[in-house]
């Protein structure tokens, strides 16, 4: 069973920025992808960003220019930088990984969120 552990979640002001990190298995960085969703109340759960194993890289319109995903495989780690915050990316944020990975297939392993607050 794989497992992922999210950190770096925190009460920050609009415009700044924090950097989430997600422990991993070792397993994991050996299929297919890796990202990160998020889900506000009311709001259905977003993917935010993904990394394939082949290094391509998606994000969505909301967070282009704003958010990026990296790795340290020697860390077993993944991370979400995130600059420029507005209220509006107020969310839990969730770790996720894909055994198979392809546009609007949902992840196969999910980790237990870091709740991310954007406000004055």
């Known amino acids: 069973q794989v497992q992922l552990v999210e950190s770096g979640g925190d009460l920050v002001q609009p415009g700044g920025s924090l950097r989430l990190s997600c422990a991993a298995s070792l397993s994991i960085f050996s299929i297919s992808a890796m990202g990160w969703y998020r889900q506000a109340p009311g709001r259905q759960r977003e993917l935010v960003a993904a990394?394939?194993?082949?290094?391509?890289?998606n994000y969505p319109n909301a967070v282009k220019g704003r958010f990026t995903i990296s790795r340290d495989n020697a860390k077993k780690t993944v991370y979400l930088q995130m600059n420029s915050l507005k209220p509006d990316d107020t969310a839990l944020y969730t770790c996720a990984s894909w055994s198979i990975y392809y546009n609007g297939r949902p992840a196969d392993y999910w980790g237990r969120g870091t709740q991310v607050t954007v406000s004055s």
């Open positions: 990394m394939t194993n082949g290094g391509t890289i």
